[in-house]
């Protein structure tokens, strides 16, 4: 058991005053020890201190450097992109709705014109901005729109965003262009993602009549099966509703 020295304490015998002996040396001990580590520590710090030093002002910089980026070229940048977006989404609009001559404004919305920009340029020179990356997705559905399917795939493969109805018509719109070009395999696949990327009574229905009529003509009568009777339960409201009982009949019949 320890002895602990109280003041006017007086060792009783020669083995009380050995054992004090023994502890004021060993707290001694135990005190030099943590004098001497200090002392090492500030010995280490004061040798590094310029190393030290340099690493947060490296570490200040950068942080300084990042917000002054992001105030003064980021932010500039972001806004003049979503600017340039307004004049070629105007032709984009117009050509969804127009009953002639689609194929040339969906080019200008493209490619711009008038020196004003198209979904192609803010892409190439916006590039990482948030309209740059809805400008991928505008060019894509222009692309499908014009029967050109590979460049669709191209830029609606560069879109991504978490947006329950983009995100979906946007992995549909793959589906589309590779069914148009005779890849039902690859088609379903993405129809399928379409499904998987939000439940809605929009796009949910759609890509799972799509799904199921894909996966019929690649004789997959329980996955097809599976997607009608889906629809049958869960969006009976929906236009694809409407059928479904006929496309159900004959997923069981085949």
């Known amino acids: 058991m320890a002895t602990y020295k109280k003041r ?9 005053e050995n054992l004090l002996d023994k502890q004021e040396s060993t707290t001694a001990e135990v005190f030099s020890s943590l004098d001497e580590g200090a002392s090492k520590s500030e010995e280490w710090v004061s040798r590094n201190q310029n190393y030290i030093l340099g690493v947060i002002g490296v570490i200040a910089v950068s942080v300084l450097g990042y917000m002054a980026y992001y105030q003064f070229v980021e932010k500039p940048n972001a806004e003049s ?28 919305a493209l490619n711009g014109a ?3 920009f198209g979904f192609l340029d803010i892409i190439d020179e916006y590039n990482g901005t948030p309209a740059a990356n809805l400008a991928k997705y505008s ?14 795939i191209k830029y609606l493969e560069g879109f991504s965003t978490k947006d329950i109805i983009l995100g979906a ?11 148009q070009l005779n890849q039902p395999e690859d088609a379903l696949g993405y129809y399928e ?15 799972l009549y ?3 009529v894909t996966a019929m003509e690649l004789n997959k009568k329980d996955k097809a099966l599976k997607y009608f009777q889906r629809i049958k339960d869960e969006f009976s409201s929906s236009e694809e509703a409407k059928t479904i009982d006929a496309f159900i009949g004959k997923a069981k019949s085949i």
């Open 8 to 16: 006017g304490f007086k060792p009783k015998n020669k083995e009380e």
């Open 81 to 108: 992109a979503a600017n340039e977006m307004m004049y070629p989404q105007q032709y984009f609009d117009q050509a969804l709705y127009a009953t002639a001559e689609k194929d040339s404004l969906f080019t200008l």
């Open 114 to 116: 008038e020196g004003k």
């Open 139 to 152: 060019a894509g559905m222009a692309y499908l729109n014009m029967q050109k399917y590979d460049e669709a």
């Open 169 to 179: 018509v946007a992995k549909g719109g793959i589906g589309d262009a590779f069914l």
């Open 193 to 207: 993602k379409a499904v998987s990327h939000s439940t809605n009574e929009y796009t949910t229905p759609k890509f």
């Open 210 to 212: 799509k799904a199921g």
